[in-house]
């Protein structure tokens, strides 16, 4: 553990940190300088390096770190991974996703086992050595390979990763590293100025551990004078060229096009001997389809249990909103809080979406939308949770009052929805769902295989419990059709309303697919059953 490993000497390595608060778009910065490399033609790679002590993302609370992201071979990570698939438009997996708690966990058990051989383990060289390890396997022969360093610079928990990146560049040489350094300037209202002095302490403070950066991104809410970039080039030795002012924009997919437009771009050309003009029409075309004035919109209600949070079903919103463009409406999103749901709430909307999630909070209200569509004919997109509501909805309709899944009441004797074989005692622990990649099969000539156009599909999966197939007839009776099931026929994979203009519902994560440029079916088959 912390041996160098050989690297290809013409590989280059981007890091991000960030500096001033968390949030700040380290996430999506990484992201845009990502697209504007493969729009000079180059193949990137992308990594996030998380100091949480947790193993993965599964058991982080949605409501403080937004949506749980899972990958095709199930790794349960951060939602900047959903920002990075959507930029560039990879399928990751966990190599992507690396957290302190994994590594820790790892020496630990190589300690036990005997492998250090009587020597002390230390967060310097082991715990860095072993960063320096997962950032170089993850690279994986990339031309470029971004790296993302979760929180900010002098986090406690964060120093072996700044540390780690710091020594990097001793292992693969200071010309193949890139260090671009995200701060927030804050705008008083009281004195109408930008205060810089934030981000000066945080670029002091990466200096502080031996990284000087090369680039600086300065996020505003905003739009900052230049003086703003004088200020920062001044205090951090950064060459003003290389310090872009980024304050909000209209869309995240904006961004690219900023980045090609600054000194940024000058720099990453520079790093990496590619001076190609980037080609950015794809981005053109997904901001102007974002800025368009629609004569049509759509409203779509959320019934969701964390209204207060955006993250927390960001690559819902983001499937929602590449539909809409594909579509050319307009998608409104009203947040109808699952606690208080009733048909007054349903009333108002063009069509309703019921996201995953777990436990019982909430469910009452996301079981009366699901009836509520079947019953008034409401278009309807159920994922995960969403199809398992839609289920008991159903069979409560067919006459099973007491229809319930096992997950909100242990003791239904009218079981429709149950836990998974093998999951029993499991239900608080970690990487322990059914997770990523999985295949199915769709019955022809079903409203579901016609939206997606195929019979055989793989989806995302993050759940652990299953529609239970004893019930088969009450569901159906209620008013929905099984349409699709995994290979073998045993699990339940997509259910779709008889006679009905747009109810599907889908057991797994279809939303984790969807790209801006590339929606997917499902979601563009609730937004055309809406604009009709």
Known sequence: MGETKP???????????????????????????????????LSVSIQ???????????LLNPAEHGECFVTIDGAETDLDLGHYERFLDLELTQKNATLSGKLMQNLIADERAGKFGGKTV?????????????????ADGADVHIVEIGGTVGDYEGLSFVEAIREFAGRVGRENCLYVHVVYVPFISTSKEFKTKPAQNALMDLRGFGIVPDCVIVRTDTPAPDSVARKISMFSGVNQDAVVLLSNASTVFEVPM????????????????????????????????????HRKSVSVGLVAKYVDNEDT?????????????????????????????????????????VPGGFGGRGIPGKIAAAKYALEYKKPYLGLCLGLQVAVIASARRAGLKTANSTEFDADTKNNVVYIM????????????????????????????????????????????????????????????????????????????????????????????????????????????????
Not at 48 to 58: E, F
Not at 122 to 138: F, K, N
């Open 7 to 41: 690297v290809g000497k013409k590989q280059k390595f981007i890091f991000v940190t960030g500096g001033v608060l968390s949030g700040v778009g380290k996430g999506i910065s990484a992201a845009s300088i990502g697209a504007v490399l493969q729009a000079k033609g």
């Open 48 to 58: 996030k390096c998380d100091p949480y002590l947790n193993v993965d993302a599964g």
């Open 122 to 138: 230390q967060l310097v060289p082991h715990l860095t050595g072993a960063i320096q390890d997962a950032i170089t396997e993850a």
């Open 258 to 293: 900023t980045i090609a437009k600054s000194g940024v771009h000058d720099a990453i050309s520079q790093f990496t001997g590619n001076i190609k003009k980037p080609k950015l029409a794809k981005w053109e075309k997904i901001v102007t389809a974002h800025t368009a004035k």
């Open 313 to 353: 079903y960001i690559s819902v919103l983001e499937a929602l909103k590449a539909a809409g463009w594909q579509e050319g409406v307009g998608v409104d999103i009203h947040w109808i809080n699952a606690e208080t749901a009733n048909k007054k709430d349903f009333d108002k909307v063009d069509a309703l979406l």
């Open 421 to 532: 074989e093998g999951q029993e005692g499991k239900e608080s622990t970690g990487g322990t769902l059914r997770l990523g990649n999985y295949d199915a099969k769709l019955i022809r000539d079903t409203r579901t295989a016609k939206t997606y156009g195929a019979t055989k599909v793989t989806e995302r999966h993050r759940h652990r419990y299953e529609v239970n197939q004893a019930f088969t007839d009450a569901i159906e009776k209620g008013g929905l059709m099984i349409s699709g099931t995994s290979p073998n026929g045993k699990l339940v994979e997509f259910v779709e309303a008889i006679d009905h203009p747009y109810m599907l519902a889908t057991q797994a994560h279809p939303e984790l697919k969807s790209r801006p440029n590339r929606p997917h079916p499902l979601f563009v088959g609730l937004v055309r059953a809406v604009k009709r």
